[in-house]
Structures are given as C-alpha cells and as structure tokens.
C-alpha cells in the first residue's frame, strides 16, 4: 500500500510518499481500505517529534481518522461486514490506503454524508464528547466556552452542544471566524485578538460566567478561564498550545469551588474509546443523519499532498477541517 511516512523530524517538507506492506489485523479488528483521513494538530506535532505515538501505533505514518470501507474482518468482530462503510478513530496511521482498527472505534457513516465529510468527524468528535459531556459533565440549562471555536474541535463543540440545547460561547481570531462561529451556532463569538474574553464572558453571562471551558491553549489563558467560570465549573484541559507552566490564584479556585481536569485521548484503552464511540452514535449520529449537524471541511488535499495540507493547518487560517483524499479505483 502507499502511506504518507514521517520521514524524519521537521517541517512539513519531511511527509513522503511510500510504499509500506499492509497492516495485520488482529481478531477483534477490521481493515479498512481508506478513502479520506482527516488533518488535525497532533499530526503537526507528530510530524515535529513533540508527539510520540502509543505503543502498538505506528510511529512514522500519522493520522488519527479515517473513512473507508471494511475489507477484511477479524475472526471475533461480531457487528461489521465486508462492504461496510464506515469512519474511526485510530491511534495512528491513517495516513494510508489501509489502515486496521478495533472494531468498536468504528462508526457507520451516515448515507447524506460522503467519505471525505465523514472523515472529517472521529478525532473531533470523540474528543469533544469525552471532555465536555464525559469529564466536563456538562448538564442541562449549563453553558460552554470553547476556544478556537473556527478549528475542527470549536465546530464540533458548537454543533454538539447547540444540538443538545446548551449556549456555547467561542473565541476566535479575527472578526470573519467570529461570524462564521456565530452563523454555526455560537451564541457569541470573542475576537481574543481585541477583546478579553473573560470580561466579554463576565457581561454576557451577566457576571455569573459559564459552567464548563473547553481548553486546547493553556499558558496565559489559564487565569482568564478561571475567571470566566461560574461557581462549580469545570476547566477541561486538552492541549497547551501556549505553555504548560502557569502561575494561577489558587484561592479563586477555592473560594468558586472550580474542577480543573484534562485528558489525552490518544492513549486510552480500547474499551475507554468503544464506549465513546455508543454514545456518540446513539446521541449525535441522529442529528448528523437528519442534517441539523454538518460536517465543516475548509479544504480536501490528495494524500500526495499531505505537505501542503500541513502548511495550512500550522497557518490556522483554514475554518472548518483538512482532509486528504486517497484515490480508490473504481471510485
């Protein structure tokens, strides 16, 4: 099979193209012939060296979502067939024209949606549900503040929780994305380049500020979303895009008594991941079948070109999600 491979730390020159032997699968997975791979962050950094994959993953050929069709199934995968379509969350090499994955970190992709759109959804999707839902416990008449609401996690978030009734508030980084995230769903946008988003949360919510914040930033923006939370928040954690060595005011902690958690999905256990997988099919999946959640892709790239669709997403000027699209034969 041919694979996008890391050929050694760097920029984004480093992606190449090469022929790789197809995966083994084991007995409770399936192998799926790849049509689309979704683009996220982690592959940037991936691609850097700063983001190891799991054991057991594999360690040169990035990639964390895909969409395809089952072509070979493990003698105990009970629910999938030969034929089926569908996406997943892999730990690693989705990169590639085959990839192989347990079965339960697979979804059937909806018939409105193609593969490239439904390759867009697994990484943002799984992450979304298990810190906001999961770990942020999110409740009903509760509010959310996510930031980088115009990347793919910001549009998952504002499409999930407005589906389900929450108010969601975003930042964002200029005035066009504001707008985009507020046509999505947001019910207000924060320009974090000329506004301080938690005093903008402060008026909006009329001091009370929001229940749980989603964040992938970390470093300054820590004190800022302590502040932003309401009695009893939760302050989820997912990446620290600007430092992971904070000095924060432990007393606002204690006297709002906040939550302050965070997660890394990559790494989980199976089980952990498959459990995910139900619930976003039993909950979300119906809105997607039924349109009122639609798949966001900025631009599709063939996998050749992984290198250019790299430069795009370390530009973050794209709105929405990259993808690379495997060329099948017969499609």
């Not at 909950?283 to 250019?308: C, E, M, Q, R, T």
Request: aromatic share 6%; glycine share 10%; charged share 20%.
């Amino acid at each position: 099979m041919k694979a996008i491979i890391i050929t050694r730390p760097g920029g984004p020159e480093v992606l190449k193209i090469e022929e790789r032997p197809t995966p083994a699968y084991s007995s409770t997975e399936v192998l799926i012939k790849v049509h689309a791979a979704g683009v996220n962050r982690p592959d940037v950094y991936q691609r850097k060296g700063n983001y190891p994959p799991p054991q057991g993953a594999p360690q040169d050929i990035p990639g964390l979502e895909i969409a395809g069709v089952i072509t070979e199934i493990g003698s105990e995968v009970t629910r999938w067939k030969v034929g089926n379509k569908v996406c997943a969350l892999v730990m690693g090499g989705g990169y590639a024209e085959y990839c192989n994955v347990p079965e339960g970190q697979c979804l059937p992709i909806p018939g409105n949606l193609t593969f490239i759109e439904a390759a867009s959804l697994p990484e943002t999707f799984f992450t979304v549900w298990s810190n906001v839902f999961d770990r942020g416990q999110l409740k009903k008449n509760e509010t959310l503040l996510v930031h980088g609401g115009s990347g793919g996690i910001g549009v998952a978030a504002i499409q999930m929780a407005t589906a389900l009734g929450h108010t969601i508030y975003v930042t964002a980084g200029s005035d066009e994305k504001c707008r985009f995230c507020e046509d999505l769903g947001a019910a207000k946008a924060i320009n974090y380049k000329t506004d301080n988003f938690a005093d903008v949360i402060k008026e909006v919510t009329n001091k009370k500020g929001v229940d749980v914040v989603l964040d992938m930033i970390g470093g300054d923006y820590t004190a800022g979303n302590l502040s932003a939370l309401a009695e009893e928040g939760r302050l989820v954690l997912i990446n620290t895009m600007s430092g992971k060595n904070v000095q924060v005011d432990l007393s606002v902690v204690m006297r709002k008594r906040l939550t302050i958690t965070g997660s890394m999905l990559r790494s989980r256990e199976i089980a952990f991941k498959a459990a995910i997988a139900q619930n976003l099919e039993k909950i979300i999946w119906p809105f997607l079948a039924s349109g009122k959640i639609k798949p966001v892709i900025n631009k599709v790239f063939p996998a050749d070109k992984a290198a250019k669709a790299h430069q795009l997403m370390e530009s973050s000027e794209h709105v929405g999600k990259i993808v690379l699209e495997f060329i099948v034969d017969g499609s």
